[in-house]
């Protein structure tokens, strides 16, 4: 025979579980302190300037 199970505990408890699983993804997502943030951006913009002083042509001219 089958377990008997109580349809109102075991959604509450799929609810749980699911508030949970999004929790972690936000810990990921937003969890880095306002330093942090600050230090990847300024790293982004750091390989943005460095890429773009050893281009070949630059933008302005291309022989417009």
């Known amino acids: 025979m089958a377990e008997v199970i109580n349809l109102r505990r075991a959604r ?3 609810k749980r579980q ?3 699983a ?6 990921i997502t937003f969890g880095q302190s306002k330093s942090d943030k600050a230090a990847i951006e300024i ?11 050893h281009k070949r042509e630059k933008p302005d001219e291309q022989g417009e």
């Open 12 to 14: 509450k408890q799929k």
């Open 18 to 20: 699911d508030k949970a």
């Open 22 to 27: 999004k929790a972690a993804a936000n810990r």
């Open 43 to 53: 790293s982004k913009e750091r390989n943005i300037r460095n890429l773009d002083g």
